[in-house]
């Protein structure tokens, strides 16, 4: 996810006042009632449950039957797919994808939309600024392991990161009561963003001072992927780490 998020953010941060998005069509077949369980759900999916545990990710989030999901910056569709069994028929998850990484993720893209072709509730999105998904707000935007590229420029030319446009972006894609929830590596307090770019880490005392200045509450945080034997001081994809980082997952609520 490295090198993809920080692509998607070049057309975002331009554009992140609109809310025009597109979706492709899902065939309508039955959707999982047991996520977990679904077959469709890739094998290297399965594997990585105990590591990443979905299901108290989602219980946190408070995610339920009927909910409106938008899954930003869904890589292969992981969660996606577990949120498609736990919202539901009545309910649906949008795989959102900012329009300037369309090609860039085609291959991942394509994992999800052949899952939507057996889970009507599932689509794929592709944003051109906003977050809102076609049919009006949702009750949850959930990003997993990206938020810290976001303050990765890219290019020469790039200027300093402005997240505040981003996450105004997603504030104004929620209903009122709606959940923002975030789930990133960590890095060691007071560190910053010094570590987005070498390490793929963010302090999560930055990330809580940039959705908090868009308009959010902050509701808590959960301790469910903690690690505390992690040092935080490796690159996550190296393998002494990888699987195993401390990673920080907190709730934000837009207002009544």
Do not use: C
Request: hydrophobic residues 45%.
């Amino acid at each position: 996810m490295k090198t993809l998020t920080a692509a998607l953010v070049a057309g975002v941060s331009l554009l992140a006042a609109s809310a025009t998005l597109t979706a492709t069509a899902p065939v309508a077949l039955a959707a999982s009632a047991s996520p977990l369980a679904d077959p469709g759900r890739p094998a290297e999916d399965v594997a990585r449950d105990a590591a990443r545990k979905p299901l108290e990710l989602a219980a946190f989030a408070g995610i339920k039957a009927g909910d409106r999901v938008v899954d930003l910056i869904p890589g292969g569709g992981y969660f996606t797919f577990v949120f498609s069994g736990l919202v539901g028929p009545t309910g649906h998850v949008y795989a959102t994808v900012p329009a300037p990484a369309k090609d860039y993720m085609a291959k991942k893209t394509a994992v999800i939309d052949a899952w939507a072709a057996t889970h009507p509730n599932t689509s794929v999105v592709y944003s051109a600024g906003g977050f809102t998904p076609p049919d009006g707000p949702a009750d949850l935007v959930w990003t997993a392991q990206n938020y810290h590229d976001l303050y990765n420029p890219i290019g020469p030319a790039a200027g300093p990161p402005n997240l505040l446009p981003i996450n105004k972006a997603i504030f104004a894609a929620l209903k009122p009561g709606g959940v923002y929830l975030i789930v990133d590596h960590s890095a060691p307090a007071g560190s910053g963003t010094a570590d987005t770019k070498t390490l793929h880490r963010i302090d999560e005392a930055v990330v809580r001072k940039d959705v908090e200045a868009a308009g959010f509450v902050f509701e808590g945080a959960s301790d469910v992927l903690r690690n505390p034997a992690d040092p935080r001081t490796a690159l996550v994809f190296d393998p002494s780490i990888r699987g195993k980082t401390d990673q920080f997952v907190l709730k934000f609520r837009k207002p009544k």
